[in-house]
């Protein structure tokens, strides 16, 4: 049975934090019943493929802010797709707008996990990254998910952020590794054009050191906890890896609906313009699906795979693509290994947790030779 995804994107944020370069804007009720509409309409059209629906995310912005339209547009997305009965149904969620209301009217509705924007556990490095709730309102958000009965809730924690240290992290891990089943931690990145970049915020960070040492802290201590590290920046209790970014490391199919959502769905890469109006106004909203690149080659595929902690497999690569000769990924992959950044044996190549904070070089140091090869 093959199996895919389906991506929803909801572009509404009750304010914009300073650091995010997602597509998203000021929540509106008339621009939201609006776009609910325009939704329900591409899903309605949209394309389909052989096989059945293993998980939905709805993804932002801050997805929770549209709570009473979700439920419809999840309807939408069952009567046009084949949806398995263990689907994987994701909400991203924010502590500050979160009720116990909406949450038991997603959780009824088929709504099985809940991805939400923590952060930190330290209020004062709260109110520098521009977030609008509390650490204690964070814990509060968690324990209502809980009540409203959802059994799988991840949290993100942002790594080398201005005043942070190991302590943060700590604080961070104390507060939120009982409670939860996933964890993601990935390390601030300040992107152009974002009001951090024109505060130059990266002068009040940690250094490039400092921060490898805060994600050294975080795996360790993530680690004790009982959470398995699975990706660079992801970490799960009792196997509950997230089904859905998954699907894109392994280079399965996922449709991505909504301005801004990128899919990759028969061999191409595709996405939708950053145009909310646009989405809106056409009554096929399809008419704006973008060609971006052909995917799914080795190149790709193998990038992909080295941000998994289980990294690239040789006996099902080759299976995969059958022409492709890996004696020189090999070779390169042992080089990394003298170094620490690597491990190979006679099955498989994969980082470690030097290799991953180098990844982008150490990834292209592998597989440099094999770009635009098939």
Request: net charge negative; hydrophobic share 35%.
């Amino acid at each position: 049975m093959k199996f895919y995804g389906i991506y929803i994107h909801i572009p509404f944020c009750r304010s914009k934090c300073p650091y995010c370069d997602f597509y998203s804007m000021r929540y509106s009720e008339e621009k939201a019943q609006q776009y609910k509409d325009a939704l329900l309409r591409a899903i309605e059209q949209s394309p389909r493929a052989e096989g059945m629906v293993d998980s939905i995310y709805f993804g932002g912005g801050t997805p929770i802010l549209m709570g009473h339209y979700l439920c419809e547009i999840l309807d939408g997305v069952r009567a046009r797709f084949p949806v398995a009965e263990d689907c994987e149904i994701t909400v991203e969620a924010n502590p500050a707008v979160m009720t116990l209301g909406c949450l038991r009217e997603l959780h009824r509705h088929g709504f099985n996990r809940i991805s939400m924007g923590v952060q930190s556990a330290v209020d004062d490095q709260l109110r520098t990254l521009g977030r609008l709730h509390s650490a204690a309102q964070a814990r509060e958000s968690v324990e209502l998910c809980r009540i409203a009965g959802f059994e799988n809730i991840s949290v993100d924690l942002m790594l080398g952020t201005p005043g942070q240290t190991e302590d943060s992290i700590d604080a961070f891990c104390e507060t939120f590794c009982p409670i939860v089943e996933h964890i993601s931690a990935y390390l601030l990145k300040v992107e152009e054009g974002t009001p951090f970049a024109r505060r130059h915020i990266e002068t009040q960070c940690p250094d490039e050191d400092e921060s490898a040492a805060l994600y050294h802290k975080t795996v360790d201590t993530l680690r004790r906890w009982g959470f398995h590290q699975y990706e660079i920046s992801n970490f799960a209790k009792d196997n509950r890896y997230s089904r859905h970014n998954t699907h894109y490391w392994n280079s399965i199919d996922y449709l991505g609906i909504g301005p801004a959502a990128h899919s990759f769905w028969n061999g191409e890469r595709r996405y939708f313009p950053r145009d909310l109006d646009g989405f809106i106004e056409l009554h096929n909203p399809w008419d704006l699906w973008e060609f971006d690149t052909a995917g799914g080659d080795f190149f790709e595929y193998a990038m992909l795979r080295l941000r998994l902690t289980d990294g690239l497999r040789f006996e099902e690569c080759m299976k995969k693509y059958p022409n492709i000769d890996l004696t020189e990924f090999r070779k390169k992959a042992e080089l990394l290994a003298q170094h620490g950044l690597a491990v190979v044996d006679e099955k498989h190549a994969a980082l470690t947790t030097e290799g991953f904070l180098v990844s982008n070089s150490a990834i292209w140091s592998l597989l440099e030779s094999y770009d635009l090869e098939g």
